[in-house]
């Protein structure tokens, strides 16, 4: 066991990822989470190859199998048509392509997997209810050393010196505002409408064994099951000029030419109510300050266009555990972390922004999109999105 101590803020999955990464390293981890338990707000969640191969490596192969559904496929529909117009290959055929599978899971289940894990070693402590953390510096003001004071939910004040700190706390992450003097989230004139409808009541309307993917003039529509509930997550995509924050709405606000599609209206209909979520984006050149770094959507929040926001941090947390362990100081590890990550986080972002724009493309344009889609076949985002889903996180 390392003498070393990382404190992480965060018990989300980022956080959680990276103190069970950690452990394999024998290296202590202290998480301040602002919750008074372990909470993850949302609800499906796709996980692509590589998280799936990078979570293995912390021993949650056969746990994620038991709770999370392998779709056989994507099937795309233009607006209001009858059938795909192409279906895309998971299941089976991306297990012999990548050596792992392509699932759907629940975010809360995701969560929970990793924080009963985090309870079989006595090398994580969570602290719950830390709603303020104050980061001192030691050493000169160079950032090599810190101690983070903070006070518990028993009113006890707490200091921890620790090797480094790690800012797993989300688009809205203090870590990077306050210490690093990183910007502030903004807002991407996106909102996510999602909404979990029972199994049965859709049996008809979705083709429950594939994921659905709706493409609408200024809008799509993600369906996916979630067998081990049993439920559909619906999530629809529009742009809203202001956020007004997130909230339980009976009614979302969508555009109502969705009505025109069947299969949409028969989703609204079906559901009983709405989360409202507005979405955020993180774009800052500094991930780090001597040894305090940022992880996760605290350091790249991604439009959620290509399915991998949580995938990056979970790499993230893989790639960077073995990092803090093996270097002398933190800040080398932040900064080689920094360097191998910052490219292809980039690149993903970019590319959850475009899709945005071919997913909601108006005719004619979106005549000239479905034509190709269909010319490329069922199997053709294997080979263009291989250098997501290949992705080994130890090499």
Known sequence: MSDKIIVIAGAGIAGLTSALALAKYGIKSIILEKNEQIQEFGAGLQLGPNAHRALNLIGLKD?????????????????AGKKPISTLRLGQSARERFG????????????????????QTNLIDIKFNITEFFINEINNNKLENLSVSF?????????????????ADGVGSTTRTKYLGGTQAKYSGFVAWRALIEMERLENVLNLNNTSLIWGRGFHTVAYPLKSRPVVNIAFFTRETMSVGFGIR??????????????LAKICDCANSWTHWPLAGVSTKIWHK??????GDAAHAMLPFQAQGAAMGIEDAIILAPLLANEKNAATAFEIYQNKRQKRVAKLSRISKNNALIFHMPPPLSLARNMVVKMQGPLNHFSRLSWIYDFDPTI
């Open 63 to 79: 746990d994620l199998a038991k709770v999370s559904f392998e779709p056989e496929g994507i099937d795309i529909y233009s607006f």
């Open 100 to 119: 792992v599978p392509y699932s759907v899971i629940h975010r809360a289940d995701l969560v929970q997997l990793l924080y009963e894990k985090t309870l």
């Open 151 to 167: 006070t518990d939910e028993n009113g006890v004040e707490n200091k921890i010196n620790c090797f480094a700190f790690l800012g």
């Open 250 to 263: 009976q009614t979302p606000n969508l555009p109502p030419t969705i009505k025109k599609d069947e299969r």
């Open 290 to 295: 001597g040894a305090i770094g940022l992880i």
